[in-house]
């Protein structure tokens, strides 16, 4: 992009990586059959994508029957709180008060809780722990959060829930108690080894690592049991009805695996380049507060407070100078209602109407990360 033309909404989308799609594009014209015939071209087709799910199921150290394939993070999360909720239909979800709204939502539809977080946005273990009873079958709590970047301690709540399940071993409650994470913000900086995590379920999304909207996955152990909520056609095994998106497929496994490949050299790339931004913000906007943790952090992420200012106007004069950026999640940005997640924060109605998030990507450079925080700077002393 040209100096005067900045982008810093990664978080809210990525543009497909040029490889992923040359990957792609055989899928949409050569090699378009459906993988449920059973001619040969299209069970070429079929061994196509179950390949593809043994690559994603290598990335996550889990088996390939653990993979279901879904158009994108929503899918994949309605997936698992509706199917576990209605699996279990006398359980309960205890929910992170950050998840995105694609968690959220569906959770509320059904005996839920809510757990706080900290200030800096990370979740509060002791008030997870609390809210956890013997009917309690699902816990959530999204890997990074897609507003403040906040890295969760999945690990640590893994095993917390393992010491829930022994006592209730103990007691004579055999009802399952599953940990699910959102990490769709986590893929291009985050290992994603399932079983270092500890967790049942995993949601991944292909449009936010440089792959294409509406793809994605939902890693299920096969100890799990869920109730299907997409019937018909019996593909994915029965977990998610409707022709394969396999061009969809095929990109995702493809970003996937560059993401991963990247994560560590992308992750020291951009900690500089965030701790620039934050530099230069703080040295020439009296007041700023940096919102969410400074360790425990997504390295694209930027997420500031700036007293007395309204978000709707500075982004608006920040895309006359070139600058895209966000108030919050994409998801949510018609919602008039300040972030759950700021509110969670403990920020009042009107410092989250105070608050930008930036969040950087594989093309940010030094050059655009200076032009962005040095314009917000002007048009603040303006």
């Known amino acids: ?72 993070a929503t899918e994949a999360n309605n997936l698992v709180i509706r199917g576990v909720l209605e699996e279990y239909t006398d359980g309960n979800v205890v929910v992170s008060s950050i998840e995105h709204d694609s968690v959220l939502q569906p959770a509320r539809l059904y005996q839920h809780k809510e757990a706080l977080v900290s200030p800096q946005g990370i979740v509060d273990m002791d008030a997870l722990r609390e809210l956890i009873d013997e ?35 103990k007691a004579g409650n055999e009802r399952p108690l599953y940990l699910h994470t959102d990490a769709a913000q986590a893929a291009n900086y985050l290992d994603l080894h399932v079983a270092g995590l500890g967790v049942d379920f995993m949601t991944l999304n292909g449009g936010k690592i440089y792959g294409p909207k509406q ?45 991963q490949q990247q994560r560590v050299q992308e992750t020291v790339r951009l900690k500089g380049l965030q ?38 106007r500075l ?19 018609s919602d008039e209602e300040p972030s759950h997640v700021l509110k969670a924060l403990g920020l009042s109605d ?10 950087m990507g594989r093309p940010t450079n030094e050059d655009a990360v200076r032009y962005a925080a040095s314009t917000l700077g002007n048009i603040i002393a303006r």
């Open 1 to 72: 992009m040209s100096r005067n033309t900045v982008y810093l909404d990664y978080a809210a989308a990525t543009p497909v990586e040029p490889r992923v799609l040359a990957v792609m594009r055989p899928y949409f014209t050569d090699r378009f059959y459906n993988p449920s015939a059973t001619y040969l071209r299209a069970v070429n087709v079929r061994k196509d994508i179950e390949a593809a799910r043994g690559r994603v199921a290598l990335i996550l150290g889990s088996r390939p029957s653990e993979i279901i394939f879904t158009a994108g």
């Open 135 to 169: 009917h309690t079958v699902l816990v959530s709590v999204i890997y990074a959060n897609n507003e403040v970047g906040s890295v969760q301690p999945i690990r640590h709540i893994a095993l917390m829930l393992e010491e829930v399940r022994y006592a209730r071993r």
């Open 215 to 259: 793809s994605g996955i939902l890693f299920a152990a096969a100890r799990t049991r869920l109730k299907p909520q997409i019937v018909g056609g019996g593909q994915e095994r029965g977990w998610r009805g409707g022709t394969e998106n396999i061009a969809g497929i095929m990109g995702f496994t493809a970003a996937l695996e560059l993401a």
């Open 275 to 312: 701790q620039l931004f934050f530099a230069i913000a703080e040295n020439n906007i009296p007041g700023l507060a940096v919102n969410g943790p400074r360790k425990h952090r997504l390295p694209n992420n930027v997420h500031i407070m700036i007293p007395g200012q309204d978000n709707e």
């Open 315 to 333: 982004l608006m004069q920040l895309d006359e100078a070139g600058i895209m950026a966000a108030a919050g999640s994409a998801c949510s940005a």
């Open 350 to 359: 009107e410092a989250a109407r105070s608050s930008l998030r930036f969040s």
